[in-house]
């Protein structure tokens, strides 16, 4: 079993890697085979829009790196996505990507039965974590993905993807922030639940 994580960060190792490698940890600890990507390692060049991909499974862009992430996310059992939140949103890095998946999906849904799961880091308390985790889970559902959560059977208390944010509290009337992802403790467990939800349903599947 296999599980890819792919972060939309432009800033490698930070919150959202965390986050992801979170997922991944998790995952690995109930057996998959995981790995993180960072897609500031790689050369994404623009969609065209020359439309090749609504008759053929096929991209007119090759001479970027594409090609290489396609074969990750083909050989996957499971692909978490992980984005910054930039304007309520997922980062320009992230959109790109996710805009250059188009042939895997037009003419036919290469990504169908694979199992998804969403991860999102923000600055701000209400800084638009719901919006960008809702892009990302669109698009996992648009590619034929089947979306996992953060819920467990225990406790009911989560729900969607992995969400977190660097404010803290109110100490002595000011807004106190965490020094970074590691002290989010609620997004740290949501992330382990997302990656045993992952395996689980792997395994559901009969595809482990
Ligand atoms: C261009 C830009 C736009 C941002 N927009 C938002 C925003 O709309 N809401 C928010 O809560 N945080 C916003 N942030 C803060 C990031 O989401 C936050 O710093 C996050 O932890 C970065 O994740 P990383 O450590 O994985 O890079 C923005 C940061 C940048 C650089």
Redesign the pocket.
């Known amino acids: 079993m296999n599980i890819l994580a792919i ?1 939309g ?3 490698k190792g ?4 965390v986050m992801l490698q979170a997922v991944l940890d998790e995952a690995a600890r109930a057996g998959a085979e995981t790995e993180l990507v960072e897609l500031t390692d790689y050369n994404i060049k623009p969609c065209l829009a020359c439309n090749r991909c609504l008759g053929k499974t096929e991209c007119s862009i090759k001479d970027d790196d594409m090609g290489v992430l396609a074969e990750k996310m083909l050989a996957a059992d499971g692909i978490v996505l992980g984005s ?6 997922v980062t320009g890095l992230m959109k790109n990507f996710i805009d250059r998946t188009r042939w895997m999906h037009m003419a036919r849904n290469l990504l169908h039965g694979k199992v998804g799961g969403a991860v999102t ?4 308390r209400n ?3 719901e919006h960008a985790l809702a892009i990302i889970e669109r698009f996992l559902v648009a590619q034929g993905l089947i979306l996992v959560d953060t819920r467990d059977q225990e406790s009911g208390i989560c729900n969607g993807g992995a969400m ?3 404010f803290n509290n109110l100490e002595e009337g000011k807004i106190s922030w965490k020094r970074g ?1 590691h002290e989010d403790l609620l997004a740290l467990e949501e992330c382990r639940r997302l990656g045993r939800n992952m395996v689980e349903m792997i395994k559901r599947l009969g595809r482990a």
């Open positions: 972060n960060s432009h800033r930070k919150n959202t890697a910054p939140v930039y304007w309520s949103n880091h923000a600055g701000l800084g638009g974590q977190g944010t660097m992802v």
